[in-house]
């Protein structure tokens, strides 16, 4: 938990720091607006301690949602944003107040629609940076099924080995309490992160993880 002004400034300077780092993925335009709506989507998170989500287009400020941890709904708002600015290939700072990585729902939002930059700050200061080239931004339905029946594949493949690993069956994951599930989600998220880093490898993708920046 980032409690004190003085953590809160150094996980600031951290965030800061990190982004440095992804900065040399963008594009000028691109750089400033991210470095705006990153401090505001941080910042919002900071001070609110919920999730919280910006969107933007190349021309400019799309949308904002926010609420509790897991319930910001980005699926919904990103076909809607879309829809409204046709043809304008979305980006998106997100938070998550427990630093955690992107969601499987994140990821898979990120790949199945049409826009290419998710930044994911923590309250840490950690980035999770997710681009999508911009040649394949609109790739056909059918490789688009493909691409995310494998990583379904690959994510239950990934929770069936973690309740492996502990001896728990998907029944007593489903009955565990609230603290339990979200311990074993907060490593199946990350682990299936790390895994499709290892995959986006062919110049379509690019994942990337920075956590230590300044302290």
């Known amino acids: 938990m980032i409690n004190t002004l003085d953590e809160q ?10 982004f440095s780092k992804i900065a040399l993925y963008l594009s000028e335009p691109e750089r400033k607006q991210f470095y705006k709506y990153l401090l505001l989507t941080f910042d919002f998170g900071i001070k ?28 919904d708002d990103i076909c809607e944003a879309f829809n409204e ?21 994140d990821i898979n939002v990120f790949l199945k629609y049409p826009f ?6 923590g309250h840490i200061g950690n980035l999770y940076f997710l681009q999508k080239d911009q040649y394949i ?14 990583l379904r594949e690959l994510y239950k493949n990934i929770i069936n080995k973690c309740l492996q690993v502990n001896n728990y069956t998907a029944e007593d994951l489903k009955n565990a309490n609230d603290e339990i599930q979200a311990a074993y989600f907060r490593i199946i998220d990350e682990l299936y992160f790390d ?21």
Do not use: M
């Open 195 to 215: 895994n499709i880093c290892k995959r986006a490898d062919k110049g379509r993708f690019i994942f990337k993880h920075y956590k230590e920046g300044a302290k």
């Open 48 to 75: 609110n301690g919920i999730e919280c989500a910006y969107f933007w287009g190349d021309n400019g400020f799309i949308r904002f949602v926010s609420g509790d941890t897991g319930n910001t709904h980005i699926s």
């Open 85 to 105: 600015k046709e043809n304008i290939p979305l980006s998106i700072t997100h938070n998550h107040p427990k630093s955690i990585a992107p969601s499987y729902n």
């Open 137 to 150: 931004i609109k790739i056909s339905d059918d490789e688009n099924e493909k691409l995310l029946n494998s």
């Open 9 to 18: 400034q150094k996980a600031r300077n951290r965030l800061l720091d990190n």
């Open 116 to 121: 290419k930059n998710i930044v994911v700050c």
